[in-house]
């Protein structure tokens, strides 16, 4: 047995509870080992002073008051919920745990969200609107005219840039002495 095995058995042993090879190897072990020996004595010694030290009762006006508070004090509340409390408490009591709350705040943001890029308006919101064909379709709808406005974009910068390299190529090909053969006839 090594020391840190005595430190696991060493309550058992103090207690008195631990028997048969346990017990022998433990003893073997703490008549070997002078640091665990003096452990053992120190834990012995402490549980001692504890079973020596007497017992407090506790004052009649003490349990007097907190009887009171218990059954008509202001703490009664605590201790007896209301009515209405005792009643939907098994139901609501999950509601108001923080990983349902941020689940549902998650859901309405992931939600709203949605809604804001398939095009559905809040504040004229009908049944209708929530149907998933409807709101999958303007979804569809959106994402097809974006594509479409950005192969556009892509379309037109094609073409400027085509026009702008006619012109220059337009520019270089022009001889630089045009002013001057106007000047001739």
């Known amino acids: 047995m090594n020391c840190q095995e005595l430190e696991i058995l060493l309550a058992d042993y103090v207690d008195g509870s631990i028997r048969g090879e346990e017990k022998s190897a433990v003893e073997k072990h703490l008549a070997e080992c002078p640091d665990c020996a ?55 009591e999950p509601l108001f745990q923080p990983r349902f709350t941020m689940s549902l705040a998650m859901t309405i943001l992931t939600f709203a969200m949605l809604g804001r ?16 064909v409807k709101v999958y379709a303007a979804a ?18 094609k073409v400027v840039f085509e026009i702008q390299t006619q012109l220059n190529e337009w520019s270089e090909q022009q001889p630089p002495d045009r002013g001057n053969n106007n000047q001739k006839k």
Not at 55 to 70: D, G, H, K, M, Q
Not at 73 to 82: D, E, I, L, Q, T
């Open 38 to 92: 003096e452990l053992a004595r120190d834990a012995a010694g402490a549980v001692a002073f504890m079973e020596r030290a007497a017992t407090v009762e506790a004052p009649p006006e003490l349990v007097t008051r907190i009887l009171f508070e218990i059954t008509d004090g202001a703490s009664r509340a605590v201790v007896r919920p209301s009515y209405l409390r005792r009643i939907f408490g098994p139901w609501i």
């Open 117 to 132: 890029f398939a095009g559905i308006n809040i504040r004229q919101l009908k049944p209708s609107d929530l149907d998933p």
């Open 140 to 157: 569809e709808d959106r994402m097809q005219r974006a594509w479409a406005r950005t192969v556009k974009y892509y379309e037109n910068l």
